[in-house]
């Protein structure tokens, strides 16, 4: 059974930082696309980032240049690094990952908390 487990949420003043990780209790971590989601309350769920097994990275226009996506296949980690959080990028974050073939999210994390707010 696959397992994401997510951490790293909590409250945060704007302009400050966090750091969510996600393992994964995979054998094919390495082979694996890697996502994070996040979802408002009232908003749909939407794709923060992603890094790829290659690795290759992307990240969506309202993150870009404050949030950085990464990975250690030694640990099955994936990690996003938030900095510069504004009010608006609280939410709940998801952990994802993807078969390479197939075209979305196979398996989801339970998701952790991030608030800003002062």
């Known amino acids: 059974q696959v397992q994401l487990v997510e951490s790293g949420g909590g409250l945060v003043q704007p302009g400050g930082s966090l750091r969510l990780s996600c393992v994964a209790s995979?054998?094919?971590?390495?082979?694996?696309?890697m996502a994070w989601y996040r979802q408002a309350p009232g908003k749909s769920r939407e794709l923060v980032g992603m890094?790829?097994?290659?690795?290759?990275?992307d990240l969506s226009d309202s993150v870009k240049g404050r949030f950085t996506i990464s990975r250690d296949n030694a640990k099955k980690m994936v990690y996003l690094q938030m900095n510069s959080l504004k009010p608006e990028d609280t939410a709940v974050y998801f952990c994802?990952?993807?078969?390479?073939?197939?075209?979305?999210?196979?398996?989801w994390g339970q998701g952790t908390q991030v608030t800003v707010s002062s």
């Open positions: 890094i790829t097994r290659q690795p290759t990275t």
């Open positions: 995979v054998s094919y971590f390495s082979d694996a696309d």
């Open positions: 994802a990952l993807r078969i390479p073939t197939h075209g979305s999210p196979d398996y």
